[in-house]
């Protein structure tokens, strides 16, 4: 939704029981170098490796973050369906995310699945409505940042 402004807003449910990460790329290209160049005994051999160390090094990242990023999906489709029916059913609490564009302005704990969606209808009404600031959560609302 949209202020009266005309910023981009999220009011939305938090559905994973943890926050989202960004992975960051922890990656050093003497590592593969290294292991490339090791085994270099003649010319013809460094001829073959450094193409060879050049391509690992550029490879390496995409591969490994494509591998990570497999396994994080796989155990999110695992791990989700148990997460959201447990919140569900057993009265977990969630957390309401409210963003301006992607960057997070606020988090807020909310009670049962139908309170939590009736705080999501409120707050995005009252943004699209008013200004931000006057559409702060209630003060008997525990608030993280």
Do not use: C, Y
């Amino acid at each position: 939704m949209k202020d009266p402004s005309g910023q981009t807003w999220r009011v939305h449910r938090r559905w994973l029981p943890w926050n989202p990460r960004a992975h960051k790329q922890k990656f050093e290209p003497g590592d593969v170098f290294g292991a490339v160049f090791d085994g270099v005994d003649e010319p013809a051999g460094l001829l073959i490796a450094i193409p060879v160390g050049i391509l690992l090094a550029l490879l390496a990242p995409i591969l490994g973050l494509v591998l990570l990023t497999g396994v994080e999906f796989i155990l999110l489709a695992v791990v989700l369906p148990f997460a959201v029916v447990g919140r569900m059913f057993f009265g977990k609490r969630w957390w309401i995310q409210v963003r301006r564009g992607r960057s997070l302005e606020r988090e807020e704990m909310v009670g049962t699945w139908a309170e939590s969606g009736h705080r999501v209808r409120t707050t995005a009404k009252a943004i699209s409505v008013q200004a931000p600031a006057e559409a702060a959560p209630s003060e008997a609302s525990e608030l993280s940042r």
